[in-house]
């Protein structure tokens, strides 16, 4: 079976078989770069790729031209020094395999209801008419008065309105508790 896998660790030689799979694979996948690559290897290597379509189009999903010119040909890579840390780098942490670990003391349950309290904790300086009109669709209209309250005081040009507003509120309350 042919995989792309086995393809890159070069397990299997590129044949016409090898060729109509990569082809396939590059019109249903366009833009997987791995597929590309190694159809543009392929091509190159049979020679069915005499004018270099597939290469420049491989090219174009290359993040590293030289690196795909190495590839292409089967070449060494000549890293540079900064080259080969990074890459020491990287192959240090694959084979490490780290893991992000969960923290080692969990909270203790003493603490719990202060963080809980903490969390619910109502900002009082926040006031807006928006959450004014929630909290009245939450039924919390003690809160929402407040809140029309505070904002009479800081928008003093919209005071009436305002009013105007706390006036619905308790009537609408009056009906519901007479009602």
Known sequence: MITLTALINNQIEFDDTVLDFLD????DYPYCQVSNMLLARAMHIT???????YAQRARLYAPDKKLFAAFLHKKGLDLTEKQQKQQDIIDRFLKENPRISSPKEPVAASDTPEIIDNSVEEDNDLVS????????KQGKTQKALGIYEKLCLKYPEK?????EKIEQIKQQTDNMSNG
């Open 47 to 53: 020679g069915k790729d005499s004018e270099g379509v």
């Open 129 to 136: 008419e928006t959450l004014a009109d929630i909290l009245l």
């Open 24 to 27: 396939g694979y590059c019109n």
């Open 159 to 163: 005071s009436s309105y305002f009013a």
